[in-house]
């Protein structure tokens, strides 16, 4: 339930990322000049899914830092199930419009945002819609 987030995250760092995990969202930040490929998607998937056991989640990545995605890997949606949707972090314009770009290759809700609040608010909104008794 959305009420109950935790004001402080479990925070997993990593060599690639830091890994912010609050109760039904996470945080991500991909380091600087990072090449995200598969081998990261994989070690991403396993901390969700040792650490969101009880239901869905969004995951907000926020782009502090310069850093490619192999936009294929955004195709693999069913790597985690439970992960409604993606809010993307952006502070510039050149990154506003590469995760516009990348937006077309996943499945699942994917927002683009210009400020962190925004993209925890939209990641709430999701999940209460999935949760509404109406959503089936």
Not at 43 to 50: A, D, G, N, Q
Not at 70 to 76: S, V
Request: charge should be negative; glycine fraction near 4%.
């Amino acid at each position: 339930m959305i009420d109950k987030l935790k004001t402080s995250p479990t925070i997993i760092e990593l060599d690639f990322i830091t890994i912010e995990l609050f109760e039904s969202y996470a945080v991500t930040t991909i380091k600087d000049g990072v090449a995200f490929d598969f081998e990261h998607l994989e070690t991403i998937s396993e901390v969700f899914k040792t650490n969101y056991t009880d239901g869905p989640f969004v995951s907000i990545a926020n782009r502090k830092f310069d850093y490619t995605v192999n936009p294929t890997c955004l195709m693999r949606s069913d790597y985690i199930p439970n992960l409604l949707g993606i809010a993307v972090i952006c502070y510039s314009r050149s990154a506003f419009e590469t995760a516009l770009f990348e937006q077309k290759f996943y499945s699942k809700p994917f927002k683009v945002f210009h400020t962190l609040s925004e993209g925890i608010v939209w990641g709430q909104q999701l999940l209460q819609e999935s949760s509404s008794p109406n959503n089936s």
